[in-house]
């Protein structure tokens, strides 16, 4: 019973969490590079809530997206960090309270232990070139930005 409340509460709780911080990176990086943000959203499918452009989906624990609205004044290299945005937002809040908290890999004391270890899987995971049924990983877009 455990495992299926601690599932539960990672996955409707934590993830969206995890997956906010990692779309506010790519976010970050288009700001500061002048360029704006069409969408910013959190999970997949219909959307449940909206606030300009900013969108809860039905499925607000699977991932997200951060779309430009006028990405093509970026240079290749201002690409290349908003792409990376993500993967370094999770990985430098997962480095902080880690640094914090005196983390353990792979022992879980409590959610914090979890959002840590969830937070280091999502780089992980993001730096995979591969596409997904939610889209291109931001390793895939790396891959392909630099093919191009």
């Known amino acids: 019973m455990d495992f299926l409340i601690n599932f539960v509460i990672i996955t409707l709780f934590i993830c969206p969490i995890i997956a906010l911080i990692h779309e506010s990176g ?5 700001k500061i590079f002048g360029a704006k943000v069409s969408e910013f959203s959190i999970g997949n499918g219909d959307i449940l809530w909206r606030k300009n452009n900013f969108f809860i989906k039905k499925a607000y624990f699977f991932g997200g997206r951060v779309v430009p ?3 093509e004044i970026l240079s290749k290299n201002q690409r290349v960090f908003f792409y990376l945005g993500g993967v370094l937002f999770n990985f430098l809040s997962s480095l902080v309270l880690h640094l914090l908290t005196g983390y353990e890999f792979l ?8 959002f840590i270890f969830v937070s280091y899987l999502f780089v992980v995971i993001n730096l995979i070139p591969l596409n997904t049924i939610i889209g291109a990983t931001d390793g895939k877009q790396l891959v ?5």
Do not use: G, I, Q, W
């Open 26 to 30: 790519h976010a970050f990086f288009l």
């Open 69 to 71: 609205e006028n990405h």
């Open 107 to 114: 022992v879980f004391r409590n959610y914090l232990d979890s």
């Open 144 to 148: 392909e930005l630099y093919r191009n």
